[in-house]
Antibody, heavy 118, light 112 residues
Framework: QVQLQQSGTELVKPASSVKISCKAS????????MHWIRQQPGNGLEWIGW????????KYNQKFDGKATLTADKSSSTAYMQLSSLTSEDSAVYFC???????????WGQGVMVTVSS | DVVMTQTPVSLPVSLGGQASISCRSS???????????LHWYLQKPGQSPQLLIY???NRFSGVPDRFSGSGSGTDFTLKISRVEPEDLGDYYC?????????FGSGTKLEIK
């Protein structure tokens, strides 16, 4: 069965960076786009961008350009998102989600809570 | 960006009753290939969102037939009949026709 297992909670300092992971199993990792979504406390969902692990191509929401960097490691079937120059505004839960051929998110990771605090 | 306006914000319902959630987009969600990429998700407390309906009206695997989606163009509706306790949570619509992908602001389904 398809599973997306994300890394654990992060507590990071302002102005630093953090890299969170999303390990995929149960399907061919290189065949589906992987997307990332942010959910700030008490708020709705925002789309960050996608990566196609087959060739490493990426596309970002302009809002997150320069903030998020998406990468993927085919050998370990793991997608990564690095967030840089962190501020309190970046405190949120970050989800990875697989996209089906019908262009909807069919499977989601459990989410990673990132807290930015000094 | 396509703005997805979801109403109501909060929806009190009785168990066994019916609920209806509206999602309106600021532009047509019909893709140049003729498909409409409007989907519905439920996020239960402390969980990640789960897919209910894809491409307007298709129930995802394992989703009860109490859930139904309809609509076209810019106007879409999710209906839940015979509401059960497991249906409570936050409902979101998502459009993936246009970049950037955008979500509705959510509807909280709660017990009356």
């Amino acid at each position: 069965q398809v599973q997306l297992q994300q890394s654990g909670t992060e507590l990071v300092k302002p102005a630093s960076s953090v890299k969170i992971s999303c390990k995929a199993s149960g399907y061919t990792f290189t065949s589906n786009y992987m997307h990332w979504i942010r959910q700030q406390p008490g708020n709705g969902l925002e789309w960050i961008g996608w990566i196609y692990p087959g060739n490493g191509n990426t596309k970002y929401n302009q809002k997150f350009d320069g903030k998020a960097t998406l990468t993927a490691d085919k050998s370990s079937s793991t997608a990564y998102m690095q967030l840089s120059s962190l501020t309190s505004e970046d405190s949120a839960v970050y989800f990875c989600a697989r996209v089906s051929s019908g262009y909807y998110f069919d499977y989601w990771g459990q989410g990673v809570m990132v807290t930015v605090s000094s | 960006d396509v703005v997805m306006t979801q109403t109501p914000v909060s929806l009190p319902v009785s168990l066994g009753g019916q609920a209806s959630i509206s999602c309106r987009s600021s532009q047509s969600l019909v893709h140049s290939n003729g498909n409409t990429y409007l989907h519905w998700y439920l996020q239960k407390p402390g969980q990640s969102p789960q897919l209910l309906i894809y491409r307007v009206s298709n129930r995802f695997s394992g989703v009860p037939d109490r859930f139904s989606g309809s609509g076209s163009g810019t106007d879409f509706t999710l209906k839940i009949s015979r509401v059960e306790p497991e249906d409570l949570g936050d409902y979101y619509c998502l459009q993936s026709t246009h970049f950037p992908l955008t979500f509705g602001s959510g509807t909280k389904l709660e017990i009356k």
